[in-house]
């Protein structure tokens, strides 16, 4: 069966804050492995289409989004209000894998094509006094990998 996955943007692959991207790590294996496993890949996001290919060129161009990712650019335009994936051109419900960390976004039985992951919130800043707490490094994309390996049998 073909294998379609739909990714959400800010907050899932990355955080974008005063003018800064900070992607989330993991990113470039992430991506790497998911170019490599499905069939087709689109991005489904609130940002408007011109904002989420310039933040993923920007990322390209530093090595850590595949160029397959952007040429074509597979934007998914929906309603706007929600990731309704019965606007994901061409495909039936069950081809599709949906990674996002906003459960407000899915949309009512649409929910087991969902894989949540939880919201990248990027480290803060070192204070003038040194980071209080060493923060523990964010594997959300690694987790997710696994998860998408037990639920999709690549390859059968
Ligand atoms: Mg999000």
């Keep these: 069966m073909k294998q379609i996955l739909i990714l959400d943007i800010e907050g899932t692959l990355l955080t974008t804050g005063a003018g800064t991207i900070h992607p989330r ?27 989420a290919k310039a933040i993923l060129t920007h990322l ?53 094509r969902w894989i949540q992951i939880r919201s990248f919130v990027p480290p803060s800043r070192t204070s003038a006094f040194g980071q209080v707490a060493a923060e523990a490094e964010d594997t959300e994309l690694q987790r997710v990998t696994e998860v998408i390996h037990s639920r999709i049998p690549f390859g059968h």
């Design 60 to 112: 390209s161009k530093n090595d850590l989004v595949p160029t397959q990712l952007l040429e074509p650019f597979n934007y998914i335009k929906g309603t706007g209000f929600n990731k309704d994936l019965t606007y994901v051109p061409g495909a039936t419900l069950d081809q599709i894998t949906l990674i996002d960390d906003s459960p407000s976004m899915i949309v009512k039985g649409q929910e087991d």
């Design 25 to 51: 790590p993991g990113l470039k294996a992430f991506l790497e492995f998911v170019v490599e496993n499905f069939d087709e890949i689109g991005f489904y996001t609130l940002l408007n289409h011109q904002a």
